[in-house]
């Protein structure tokens, strides 16, 4: 009996092995597949962002050190393209603690180091505009000051953030309602694009290089080396007055200084 029981044993703890094993090289093999067609998804993401080259773009923004928290990446592929004049609207000084020449000052720093020209620079300071996230920034006003400088710029593109404004601050949202009104009721010129930035869940948020394993449903899409990564971040340390110690992990594990994702507002 004890022989017996003994094969049987054996018998079957060899059959959970193989069962085992073929589970996991069938997962393996599942897993390996999906990151290639991630990879593959990425790569004609990006080459679509580069063959349709905008040449007059306008990224808006609502703070000092949002260019480089949020925006980083596109900022340094747009930058570097001979036929693209990129322009930077943002729409306050960042007052909220009482810095704002401090922080205007920090702006332009952080600019240079990222590629902007300093007449490129557009920095709106507005009593209607304040800097604080619990504050709503009127639509019309926002849409009809956008719609301005689109217009005497001669935009074609322009580059902002979602309905979520990544960190659910009023005032990136604010932003994002006044594209959208521009875009809904037509107040943009026939020839000009508008994208916003993709919110991300907080896993894809804070481990930048998980991004490539999740499927990529936005219009452009770009990544940046290693090289641009240390350039975004050194940027951000020109905003010297914000460069505390949470911003300091953001900008080592936040998934927007290596790659972007926009998505086109459209009023369908």
Not at 193 to 208: A, I, P
Not at 242 to 257: P, V
Request: glycine share 4%; charged share 20%.
């Amino acid at each position: 009996m004890n022989t017996m029981l003994y094969k049987i044993f054996h018998q079957n703890i060899f059959e959970v092995i193989d069962l085992s094993s073929a589970m996991f090289m069938t997962a393996s093999v599942l897993v390996v597949g999906y990151v290639w067609t991630c990879m593959r998804a990425s790569r004609r993401q990006k080459m679509l962002e580069l063959e349709n080259t905008p040449h007059r773009v306008l990224l808006i923004t609502a703070h000092p050190d949002d260019e480089c928290m949020f925006f980083g990446p596109v900022i340094q592929k747009l930058s570097k393209m001979k036929d693209v004049n990129l322009f930077l609207l943002c729409l306050s000084v960042g007052d909220f603690e009482g810095k704002g020449s401090l922080r205007k000052a920090e702006l332009y720093d952080s600019c240079k180091i990222l590629g902007i020209e300093k007449g490129n620079i557009l920095l709106c300071k507005n009593t209607l505009l304040p800097d604080n996230p619990c504050v709503d920034w009127d639509t019309i006003l926002l849409s009809d000051k956008i719609a301005e400088h689109v217009e005497q710029l001669e935009i074609d593109t322009v580059l902002t953030f979602d309905s979520y404004g990544v960190s659910g601050h009023r005032n990136h949202i604010s932003i994002y309602l006044a594209l959208f009104h521009l875009v809904y009721n037509k107040l943009l010129p026939d020839y000009c694009h508008v994208y916003s930035l993709d919110s991300v869940n907080t896993l894809r948020k804070y481990v930048k290089y998980i991004d490539v394993l999740f499927n990529n449903t936005s219009d452009f899409k770009c990544t940046i080396s290693t090289t641009e990564q240390n350039c975004v971040t050194k940027a951000m340390q020109a905003h010297d007055s914000q460069y505390i110690w949470f911003r300091k992990l953001y900008m080592k594990f936040s998934r927007y200084t290596r790659v972007n994702t926009f998505t086109t507002i459209s009023a369908d």
